[in-house]
């Protein structure tokens, strides 16, 4: 197994797709014999980065790419950029609107729940532009 | 204890994915916002909820919860339900509180 990649569109204010693209390559992962605690942890962090895309920034793009001793997620979004990205890392701190919060979302763990949960995190993000997250999570 | 054992003695109405019945229950997580949840269920863990909707399939999913327990009759929404059975995630109902819920569930499980 050299390096395996994967692509994903990430549509926008729509709920009812969010979490399609984690839940597809949480089962690749699987089908590949993946070590399962990298598998949980790729799965937390690219949920919470997918469903960031779909709330703040109009939707993305994915791409997964899976080594022998690592995972790399790039979420690419065209949406408003974060302003203040230490805040935006605080635990609670949300700016999600009323109509998703009744969803469940909001609570403002996204972030720090990929922080935990990931080996690298590192966010490229422009007022305006929009953000770009790397992510890395090592299979131990 | 299984999912299907379970909803025996709390008297709990299957909704969705029964054929992850004979799933084992580890424990519970009570909860209802969606990344609080991602964050601390332990997989195995029964999620106590009336969150009913899409995504939190699709977090149950992703957590390997064994089920989820949607408490205070807490209606589950139909495009959740086609998503559960196609997830094999069990979704089963009850009309008691998240607190007696989870009182039950710990009971059970001693
Ligand atoms: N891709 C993004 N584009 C623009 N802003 C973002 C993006 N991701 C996060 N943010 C900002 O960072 C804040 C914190 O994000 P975080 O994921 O921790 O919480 P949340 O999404 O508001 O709620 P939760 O994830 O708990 O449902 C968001 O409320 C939003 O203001
Ligand atoms: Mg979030």
């Given at each position: 197994m050299s390096c395996i990649k994967m692509k994903y569109e990430v549509p926008g204010d729509d709920f009812t797709r969010a979490g399609e693209a984690s839940s597809m390559v949480k089962r690749k992962l699987k089908q590949l014999g993946y070590n399962p605690d990298a598998i949980r942890r790729v799965a937390i962090a690219m949920y919470e980065g997918e469903i960031n895309m779909v709330i703040h920034a109009g939707g993305g793009v994915a791409e997964v790419e899976v080594y022998p001793d690592r995972v790399e997620i790039a979420l690419i979004d065209q949406g408003?950029?974060?302003?203040?990205v230490e805040m935006a890392m605080q635990e609670g701190y949300s700016t999600a609107p009323d109509n998703v919060r009744s969803?469940?979302?909001?609570?403002?763990m996204g972030l720090p729940n990929i922080k935990k949960y990931t080996d690298a995190m590192r966010i490229d993000t422009e007022v305006g532009k929009g953000t770009t997250m790397y992510l890395t999570v090592k299979a131990k | 204890m299984t999912v299907e054992e379970c909803a025996q003695k709390l008297s709990l109405r299957f909704l969705?994915?029964?054929?992850?019945?004979q799933t084992e229950i580890s424990g519970g997580y009570v909860g209802d916002l969606l990344s609080w949840v991602m964050g601390r269920l332990e997989e195995g863990q029964a999620w106590i909820t009336v969150m009913g909707n899409i995504n939190a399939i699709a977090v149950a999913t992703l957590k390997d919860a064994s089920c989820i327990i949607l408490t205070d009759e807490a209606p589950l929404d139909e495009d959740a339900r086609r998503r559960a059975e196609l997830e094999g995630v069990p979704v089963l109902v009850t009309d008691k509180n998240s607190y007696q819920t989870a009182l039950a569930l710990g009971q059970a499980l001693l």
């Open positions: 408003p950029g974060i302003a203040d969803l469940g979302f909001g609570a403002g | 969705a994915g029964e054929e992850g019945a």
